[in-house]
């Protein structure tokens, strides 16, 4: 059985801080995406990382996927307080299914 | 990109009722899913709505409780049946789409929101 453990679940930071969401999962895979939540909303897509090595950006928010490790990080440059949501990882599995982490409960203070 | 539309976006119901939860894409797809997702919780696949045959089931989930439809490329459903307050979840549609046939990607839908009393 797949498992995806993410760390830390909870993440309080102050603006203008860096930071790094850890995503490790138990077995080969694919793809591995990044969602973003905000409360009360449905899922956005951050990135989908398809290879070992991969690195995508998008403003304060990189995403790496080192396959060997069965590592992803998310890392966050210099925080604002619109980052503030919960950040999923999930990793494909045959037949595209999907399975998530248990999330990271991002809160950026001013 | 998909643009994903679910009917209703929230409901309360009485236990031992069933509600059935629409999701429309905008284009045709071949791969569409339905996840739980439970208060405060991550997400949880609860099936593949595949097109012309049967959905496929993950382990704890059953069609009896959870039968799904797929009629065409574009629309599916999920019903929730003999609710109870251990029901009471998001239900969130996805789809995966290409660009290139080579990336892919799965979005998913607003999400409907059930609240069983």
């Known amino acids: 059985e797949l498992k995806v453990e993410q760390n830390p679940l909870f993440l309080s930071m102050q603006e203008g801080k860096n930071y790094t969401i850890y995503c490790n999962y138990s077995?080969?895979?694919?793809?591995l995406y990044w969602y973003r939540q905000d409360p009360g909303k449905s899922l956005e897509s951050l990135f989908v990382?398809?290879?070992?090595?991969a690195v995508k950006q998008e403003g304060r928010l990189m995403a790496s996927l080192d396959t060997k490790a069965r590592l992803s990080t998310l890392h966050i440059t210099a925080a604002v307080h619109d980052l503030s949501a919960t950040y999923f990882c999930?990793?494909?599995?045959?037949?595209?299914?999907?399975?998530f982490g248990e999330g990271t409960q991002l809160t950026v203070n001013p | 990109s998909a643009v994903i539309s679910q009917k209703p976006s929230r409901d309360i119901c009485q236990r031992g009722t069933s509600l059935t939860i629409q999701c429309q894409v905008d284009?045709?797809?071949?791969?569409m899913f339905w996840y739980r997702q439970q208060p405060g919780q991550s997400l949880t696949l609860i099936a593949t709505?595949?097109?012309?045959?049967?959905?496929?089931?993950e382990s704890g989930f059953v069609i009896d409780k959870f039968p799904i439809s797929r009629p065409n490329l574009t629309f599916s459903t999920l019903t929730v049946s003999n609710m109870s307050p251990e029901d009471s979840s998001i239900y969130l549609c996805?789809?995966?789409?290409?660009?290139?046939?080579?990336?892919?990607?799965?979005?998913f839908g607003p999400g409907t929101r059930l609240t069983v009393t």
């Open positions: 996805s789809v995966e789409v290409s660009a290139d046939r080579i990336r892919y990607e799965q979005y």
């Open positions: 077995t080969t895979s694919d793809r």
């Open positions: 990382l398809l290879s070992n090595g």
């Open positions: 999930a990793v494909e599995t045959s037949g595209s299914r999907l399975t």
């Open positions: 284009s045709q797809v071949t791969m």
């Open positions: 709505a595949n097109q012309g045959s049967e959905a496929t089931y």
